[in-house]
């Protein structure tokens, strides 16, 4: 594990964590510019599509997910290879309060049921699915259910010492067996088809350029929150520890702290903005199914924060952006080509790239 | 036979003397046969109520060139003209030669004449050629229940020399003595099918003790014993699945095994050099096909050539990348995804995504049927042979070879090891190429089980992972039980949680199995286990 709090070189008297700061800035106010010049005039040349729009809002999203990984991985040590289960979980939640919204505007026009069970022959809305007309239930569920995985599957792991890559394994498992769960029908969460065809949230109807913009802002107020939240953790005495543990476990349990606690806390929280970053996703993309909770994504999501530089909280933003930005690209212009350049990914950045973008930058400011 | 005759002359000249007679008899039947056939024939022409009567005569008559008739017959392509019944090729159905078809109509039936004919057929199938067909006529029979069944069986069944056909013959014979009017012929019926072991005798069972209440007692006797012995066969086929699951897994994850438990490396692209063995398993196919002769001996060849194919990849791999990474167990682990990723998408634009059919060949094929009905599928058992063979040869192989000593010396101490004058690079490498090449042959096997496709070795990698851990790392023995043990549990689970919540409950129960031995079944002790 290498250091990741290198000292700040300057560049021409101005510190390049200036540098660092003033661009993210920058990046931010451009990324609020987006919505805005969506209301232009089609002919305009500073017009952004509606395409444009939906597609950074989700990269947003994306991004909120590699902070709460970072914040595992970078500062703890702890590698989850599950948080996709996570994002997911927190979009499923935001999923049923859509679903929900539906009504009676559904295909079989049932008052309450939505489509899916009218089809799958349900009398009544099964129990868990009580509350999510109510906003607020879904945002809570959106944190409380990924958060209370993360602590039953954290505690059982930290307490027994499943470190490492034992622990990535584990949550693996855990995003499959979850995958494999929600793959069926009887689970009443729509099975292989997820939920979809959502109309409106919070009295919006969802398909228009002000719903787009709503999300959008909201989304990047979750990012913006996030980071304050990590920077202002990862700066506390608790950031420290974790730190600590991440270096050397044995030694931060020899000194008397509580290892379990530490992890425990921090795994919790990075699930619930996680989950948080999927009741957003959802919205934004239009839905939900049980392809997300795919193993493939979560470690796809590790390897933004990997391309990024870990450990950095930028990095992980950096490292969403650029990589969905390129699989965005990519994927249509040559889309057998997208894994390989992937695939390759993984490679480069692990062997000779283990700082990241951000340890590149660094370098090149020294 | 004869060995015994010619130890008692009196049977001897019995034997003579009644030789010819049944000679006689045998050159008769046809004959007698035939006649019956013609005088059956016309009646198919006639009125509904003779029509059932010819029916039932050509069918108790077994000739084989009733069996056309009666097709056309149930296929509505009979005709006929007068008397003269003219089959769908516009043939005379009594002379085989040409028929006058002017002002021919179709012959109909009704429903009467159509159960008639299912008997019918049924029974005349019974002296097919082929035992498939043998087969599938005893299960119609079987299924019509009817007492004048039960001649054309006794018959049938005498002449049968198919086991397995021979088996559904009795059961049907059985199935028709029950509906019989005699008391002590439905006794018999009873008690042959108490010895099945199937769930149609069940039911049928069931049906007969409603009808029969007479009889309830001895009815509830056979069932009983067939509910033991469909129990019990139930239990065998479940430890089999569950043991063919086993030995899957184990393949996969023995030279994961290696590779994590020995070398403490994470290969997620171990899965792929699975995929790569039943591809080159595919390719020693094709490439056999060009020599007719060898093509049933493809499977063997792709054995060694699959360990090959995959051993390369696993030393390139280890050699080129992997080697950089050692003390940094993330980063391999995301590293080798990558290069997962990469192989899969490498084999999808190279063969497509679609599944490769790759053949078994004519001795791994076939259903292997044990006393007491259980099934088993042959190459499934193979399978299971294959995977403690090559258990076998590994465990040989790190016991009692060179290699092997210096591969648990490198494990134990690195360094004491390298001052003892032991090439660690080069033991790290064939290590390596070892454990992947296993991933290979494991590959073979896979190919007769499962769909070869570049996803091949997705489906496998965590639940290798999950045995290698449940075993306890580092630990063979403890791959083997945790391989076994995973598979049966899951098929024991299955029948009562379906498929996919039994995968979600054995995920579970690993996790909380770990809680309290955190380092496997079989856990390392001193200093190894810190390591």
Redesign the interface.
């Known amino acids: 594990m290498s250091a990741t709090t290198a000292p700040a070189g300057t560049t021409r008297g101005i510190p390049a964590r200036q540098i660092l700061r003033g661009a993210i800035l920058i990046a931010i106010l451009l990324l609020a510019l987006l919505p805005l010049l969506n209301h232009l005039p089609a002919d305009s040349a500073f017009r952004v599509s509606d395409f444009t729009v939906a597609v950074t809002g989700k990269w947003i999203c994306y991004a909120v997910l590699a902070l709460a990984i970072d914040l595992a991985w970078g500062y703890a040590g702890i590698l989850s290879l599950g948080h996709g289960a996570f994002f997911a979980l927190g979009g499923y939640a935001m999923g049923m309060h859509l679903m929900r919204l539906i009504g009676p505007r559904g295909v079989y026009g049932h008052p309450v049921l939505p489509d899916f069970m009218v089809f799958l022959g349900y009398r009544e809305l099964p129990w868990y699915w009580l509350g999510f007309d109510h906003f607020p239930y879904a945002i809570l569920m959106a944190m409380v259910v990924p958060g209370l995985l993360a602590f039953v599957v954290g505690y059982l792991s930290f307490r027994s010492r499943i470190t490492g890559v034992y622990f990535s394994i584990i949550t693996q498992a855990m995003t499959y067996a979850l995958m494999l769960a929600f793959f069926r029908n009887d689970m009443g969460f729509g099975g292989n088809n997820g939920f979809t065809d959502f109309k409106q949230l919070l009295g919006v109807p969802l398909n228009t350029q002000g719903a787009r913009a709503g999300l959008f802002y909201a989304a990047l107020a979750l990012l913006a929150g996030s980071l304050v939240l990590c920077r202002h953790i990862v700066g506390t005495k608790l950031g420290r520890v974790l730190v600590a543990v991440r270096d050397a476990e044995s030694r931060v349990r020899f000194l008397g702290y509580s290892v379990t606690a530490f992890k425990l806390t921090v795994f919790v929280l990075s699930a619930v903005l996680a989950g948080l970053a999927g009741a957003l996703y959802v919205p934004l993309v239009g839905i939900i199914n049980p392809g997300e909770f795919a193993p493939g994504n979560s470690i796809e999501a590790v390897i933004w924060v990997a391309v990024g530089g870990r450990g950095t909280l930028i990095g992980a933003l950096l490292g969403a952006f650029s990589v969905n930005a390129l699989k965005t690209w990519l994927t249509s212009v040559a889309p057998d080509l997208w894994l390989f350049v992937l695939g390759g990914l993984f490679v480069a950045v692990t062997v000779f790239l283990p700082r990241g973008l951000i340890g590149l930058f660094r370098s090149a400011a020294k | 036979m004869e060995k015994r005759a010619a130890g008692q002359p009196a049977a001897r000249t019995i034997m003579t003397r009644i030789l010819p007679l049944l000679l006689v008899l045998l050159f008769a039947l046809p004959a007698a046969a035939q006649d019956a056939f013609l005088d059956a024939l016309p009646g198919l022409a006639g009125g509904f109520g003779t029509q059932a009567e010819a029916v039932e005569r050509l069918g108790a008559g077994g000739d084989a060139r009733a069996l056309p008739v009666l097709r056309a017959l149930s296929d509505s392509t009979l005709r006929k003209n007068g008397s003269t019944v003219i089959l769908p090729d516009g043939t005379d159905a009594a002379t085989g030669r040409p028929a006058d078809t002017a002002g021919a109509e179709t012959v109909r039936i009704n429903n009467r004449v159509r159960s008639a004919l299912r008997g019918a057929l049924g029974r005349l199938q019974l002296v097919s050629a082929h035992a498939d067909e043998r087969y599938a006529a005893a299960d119609s029979v079987f299924r019509s229940r009817s007492a004048d069944n039960v001649a054309p069986l006794e018959a049938a069944i005498a002449r049968e020399s198919v086991p397995r056909v021979k088996e559904r013959q009795q059961l049907a014979l059985a199935a028709s003595r029950l509906v019989a009017a005699d008391a002590a012929v439905k006794r018999q019926g009873i008690a042959t099918l108490g010895e099945a072991s199937s769930e149609d005798a069940r039911a049928l069972l069931l049906e007969a003790r409603a009808a029969n209440p007479d009889m309830t007692a001895e009815i509830d006797r056979a069932v009983a014993s067939i509910d033991s012995r469909l129990t019990f066969k139930r239990a065998a086929e479940t430890l089999f699945q569950g043991l063919s699951l086993g030995s899957v897994l184990l393949l996969a994850a023995l030279g994961l095994a290696i590779t994590f438990g020995v070398m403490g490396v994470?290969n997620m692209a171990h899965g792929e050099f699975v995929m790569l063995g039943a591809y080159t398993t595919f390719v020693v196919q094709e490439a056999c096909r060009g020599i007719p002769w060898l093509l049933p001996w493809s499977l063997p060849l792709s054995v060694p050539a699959a360990f090959l194919v995959a051993g390369l990849a696993g030393t390139a791999l280890e050699r080129g990348?992997i080697r950089?990474?050692y003390g940094?167990?993330?980063?391999?682990?995301?590293?080798t995804?990558?290069?997962?990723?990469?192989l899969?998408?490498?084999v999808r634009?190279a063969f497509g995504a679609q599944n490769r059919e790759v053949l078994s060949p004519a001795w791994m094929q076939g259903i292997l049927s044990l006393p007491g009905g259980i099934n088993i599928t042959q190459n499934r058992l193979w399978v299971i042979v294959f995977s403690l063979l090559v258990l076998g040869l590994t465990l040989a192989a790190i016991r009692l070879t060179r290699f092997g000593l210096e591969m648990r010396a490198v494990v134990q101490n690195r360094r004491t090891a390298a001052t003892m004058g032991i090439r660690t690079g080069r033991v790290d490498a064939l290590t390596f190429a070892f454990g992947s090449g296993l991933a290979g042959m494991a590959g073979v096997a896979l190919s007769q089980i499962d769909n070869v496709s570049p996803n091949l070795g997705t489906g496998y990698i965590?639940d290798s992972?999950?045995v290698v851990?449940f075993g306890g790392v580092g630990s063979l023995i403890g791959t083997l039980v945790g391989a076994m043990g995973l598979g049966v549990l899951n098929k024991v689970i299955e029948p009562w949680a379906?498929a996919?919540?039994a995968?979600?409950a054995v995920?579970?129960i690993?996790?909380?199995f770990?809680?309290r031995r955190?380092r496997g079944l079989f856990a390392l002790k001193g200093r190894a286990a810190e390591a």
Do not use: D, N, S, Y
Request: hydrophobic share 65%; aromatic share 6%; proline share 5%.
């Open positions: 994470i990348l950089h990474l940094r167990p993330l980063e391999t682990l995301l590293m995804f990558g290069v997962g990723m990469i899969q998408q490498a634009l965590i992972f999950m851990v379906g996919v919540l995968k979600v995920l579970v690993i996790m909380l770990i809680q955190p």
